[in-house]
């Protein structure tokens, strides 16, 4: 395994859909995840390249963590097929999660002769929430793939009845017409991501990192969003200027149009890229001062020749031009905002009764791909 000078950690989901770690991996090659309580739902490919991290506690913990996550599976299943997500929307919309908490708390003064650990009870809350919100993305990249699935069908019966472009669209609206396309409400992962993003840094403020410096890696920018929404809103108020510090910096090729086949030998061949390990070393200078001038310059400048080394690549291994469109990746640096002023936007009481731990008081750094 080859040596990380910083970690790149999946924010702050616990599930990876195939195209978003096809680009993580293609630039940076290792990814690093938190684990609730199940494992990180990977593509089988990537599981040797993504390195689970789970916090570390006593049998007794654990016994009550599953004991309180199943009081809740068994709530959910109890109110129908979508029991999962109304029991996250009644005890964990709410700021604060008074009623969660107070549930959890009454349940472990329940199961143990022992006080109440008020730290042991933020960490429980966190686990059982991420794990029911793991299960909740599991269910959506599923119906994502169903829905893949009958948009394939679709293509081989119009090309079946023999029809022509202009045909094909008028079958297409007239389904979408008798049946609409389906999509979870809460599309992209997207559900209570605030709270997510406070629980997630309760459980790495106790995994233990292993580098001082870490990058946030998210799904979209939904996320980028959330999490710095309530600092913005804070700056803005106190009539502080607010730099976002935001730069696309690449455009990769639709690498999710290659076949299982084709992207292992693309990320086989993207690793001898020169202009890729170029980019790396030149992103790592940037993360550990994202505010200088000249170090954006060279981050810019090396992310521009390996988009032109990958463009090359495509043709060379695809034989055919690379399209215009693409999964543009996205570098979020916010101008004087740290790691945990970012966890205390979100979760004041998980910062102040857990500390601040592992968390890094570095720059925040966020990537993310659209």
Same mark, same amino acid.
């Given at each position: 395994?080859? +040596?990380?000078?910083?970690?790149? @950690? #999946?924010?702050?989901h616990s599930v990876l859909? +195939?195209?978003?770690?096809?680009? @993580? #991996?293609?630039?940076?090659?290792r990814l690093d995840c938190l684990r609730a309580i199940g494992t990180v739902h990977l593509p089988e490919w990537a599981e040797p390249l993504c390195e689970s991290h789970v916090l570390v506690k006593d049998d007794?913990?654990?016994e009550r963590v599953r004991n309180i996550y199943k009081g809740y599976q068994d709530l959910g299943s109890r109110v129908g097929e979508d029991g999962l997500m109304a029991v996250l929307s009644r005890d964990w919309a709410g700021e604060g999660a008074p009623e969660t908490r107070g549930h959890i708390q009454s349940v472990l003064r329940g199961m143990s002769p022992k006080p109440f650990d008020p730290a042991d009870g933020l960490l429980m809350e966190a686990?059982?929430?991420?794990?029911?919100?793991?299960?909740?993305?599991?269910?959506?990249?599923?119906?994502?793939?169903?829905l893949k699935q009958v948009g394939h069908l679709e293509e081989k019966l119009f090309k079946a009845l023999g029809a022509d472009e202009e045909d094909s669209a008028e079958l297409q609206r007239a389904l979408e017409t008798t049946n609409p396309p389906l999509s979870p409400d809460w599309g992209h992962f997207g559900y209570l991501l605030r709270q997510r993003i406070g629980f997630w840094f309760r459980l790495l403020s106790r995994i233990g990192v292993k580098q001082q410096t870490m990058v946030l890696a998210a799904l979209g920018r939904d996320v980028v969003e959330d999490a710095l929404d309530a600092l913005q809103t804070a700056r803005e108020r106190q009539g502080k200027v607010w730099n976002r510090g935001e730069t696309r910096i690449l455009t990769l090729p639709r690498l999710d149009l290659l076949s299982p086949i084709a992207f292992a030998e693309w990320l086989e061949a993207v690793q001898g890229l020169e202009a890729r390990n170029q980019f790396q070393k030149t992103f790592e200078a940037f993360i550990m001062a994202p505010t200088e001038t000249q170090l954006s310059r060279e981050l810019s400048d090396s992310a521009h020749a390996l988009e032109q080394s990958l463009k090359s690549l495509w043709v060379q291994l695809r034989h055919e031009t690379l399209g215009a469109d693409g999964a543009r990746v996205v570098v979020t640096a916010p101008e004087n905002v740290t790691y945990q002023e970012m966890w205390r936007s979100l979760d004041r009481t998980g910062l102040e009764v857990l500390g601040t731990g592992s968390v890094p008081r570095q720059a925040a750094i966020l990537v993310h791909v659209e």
């Open positions: 395994m080859q +040596e990380k000078m910083f970690q790149l @950690f #999946l924010f702050p859909p +195939e195209g978003a770690a096809r680009s @993580f #991996l293609t630039l940076w090659g007794g913990f654990w686990v059982v929430f991420l794990e029911m919100a793991k299960e909740l993305d599991i269910r959506e990249l599923e119906l994502s793939m169903d």
